[in-house]
Structures are given as structure tokens and as C-alpha cells.
């Protein structure tokens, strides 16, 4: 059972609305990513935090913007969404030196 | 920057047999890690197998193994007795273990589909 954990798992909106995608965590892990991944393709690092008030951008340029107020909350944040934003959203958070876990995504349409 | 390869987009194999599946990356790093993730269809990606690049053996998780050759930079997932449940998409995927060291790099995956 997954202990990190990602709502909605699907959402269909319309173009210019804010959303905001949640990624909760219940291990205690400092280090929270957001990929974004298209269909069958590899995933791209958007955004990752290294603890409370640590946010850093990934590669891949996003128009998305992220917050770390605590340890076990990270959601992503859309103020405008626009179809080009349409993909799938994985969280994934890791201890110190540990491996990544990965939350079920959210599959984000917008029209 | 590192690069990961998975030169097979598509696989399939027959059910208890045994399939090996592709991945070679570019780094000049002496020190990392190397996954393998698992991510069924509609379902959470999650970690079949970790290698540290300063460990020869090759690690093994049940019928998961792999085959490291750090020299040629290549780190090939082998499946025994594949199942049905195995059927997925497989990211090979590298970090690097020094100091801000942040990110996992994926390959473009591999879709894996076991034939009864």
C-alpha cells in the first residue's frame, strides 16, 4: 500500500482555471519530486524540494509553480491550465539516501 | 549531464519463460545508483531493483536480477519465469550519489508484455 499519495487521480478541466495537483506523504521523507510524464514516454523532473521552504525547478521548463510549507505536504499548482498542459503528474518522495517512492499519479486533461 | 538508453521500445515473452530487457547510460560520474521501475498499466511506478555502482555483485530480488557492467556502462534487467502480473512498462533510470545529487534520469521505458 502506497504511502504517498496523490489526489485527484484524474481531472478533466477547462483552459485557463487554477488547480492545484496534492501529493501527501506520511514517512517522514525530506526530499519531494513532481515529474511529468506523456504517454509511454519517460518521465522529466518539473520540480523537487530538499525540506520545509526548499523548492527548486527541474529540466523540463513547467509554467507550474510548487510550495513546501511541511515536511509531508507538496502540492503543484497550475494558475492558468492550457491543453499543452495535458499529461500525467508523478510525486515521488525519498529519504537521505534511499530510493524513490512514487505516488499513483494524476491524469491531467484539459479542453 | 547523464543520459539513460533503453534501446527496446516493445518486448514480449511467454509466460514462465525468461527475458531480458536493455539499458546502457553516459555519465562521468564514478559514483551512483541504477533502478529499475516497474509501472503497470494505470498504475504506481515502483522499484523492482537498485544496483550501487561500487558493489560487482550484481544485485537480485527473487526473479528479478541484473547484469551490471559498470566498464561498458551497461545495466540489463533479466525477468525468470515471467508472469502475467509482470506485464509493464520498465524505466531503467541512474542517480548520482554525490552532493546535490537530486534527480532520477529515465530512459524512454520499455513495454513489456507477458503471452499466456
Known amino acids: 500500500e502506497a504511502d504517498i499519495y496523490q489526489t485527484p487521480r484524474y481531472l478533466v478541466i477547462g483552459t485557463g482555471k487554477k488547480i492545484t495537483l496534492e501529493c501527501s506523504q506520511t514517512?517522514?521523507?525530506?526530499?519531494m519530486y513532481w515529474y511529468q510524464q506523456d504517454p509511454g514516454m519517460e518521465l522529466h523532473l518539473i520540480h523537487y524540494s530538499y525540506g520545509v521552504n526548499s523548492t527548486e525547478k527541474g529540466d523540463l521548463s513547467s509554467e507550474s509553480t510548487v510550495s513546501r510549507i511541511r515536511t509531508e505536504h507538496f502540492p503543484l499548482t497550475l494558475e492558468s491550465a492550457r491543453p499543452s498542459h495535458t499529461s500525467q503528474y508523478l510525486c515521488a518522495s525519498r529519504p537521505g539516501a534511499g530510493g524513490y517512492t512514487f505516488g499513483s499519479g494524476t491524469r491531467l486533461t484539459v479542453v | 549531464a547523464q543520459t539513460v538508453t533503453q534501446s527496446q521500445p516493445e518486448m514480449s515473452v511467454q509466460e514462465a519463460e525468461t527475458v531480458t530487457l536493455s539499458c546502457t547510460y553516459d555519465?562521468?560520474?564514478?559514483?551512483?545508483?541504477l533502478f529499475w521501475y516497474k509501472q503497470p498499466p494505470s498504475r504506481q511506478m515502483i522499484l523492482v531493483i537498485r544496483q550501487e555502482a561500487y558493489k560487482q555483485q550484481n544485485a537480485t530480488e527473487n526473479r528479478f536480477s541484473v547484469n551490471f557492467q559498470k566498464a561498458a556502462k551497461s545495466f540489463s534487467l533479466k525477468i525468470s519465469d515471467s508472469q502475467l502480473g509482470d506485464t509493464a512498462m520498465y524505466f531503467c533510470?541512474?542517480?548520482?550519489?554525490?552532493?546535490?545529487?537530486?534527480?532520477?534520469?529515465f530512459g524512454k521505458g520499455t513495454k513489456l508484455s507477458v503471452i499466456p
Open positions: 555519465t562521468s560520474e564514478n559514483n551512483y545508483y
Open positions: 533510470a541512474f542517480r548520482a550519489s554525490g552532493a546535490g545529487s537530486y534527480q532520477l534520469t
Open positions: 514517512m517522514g521523507h525530506d526530499k
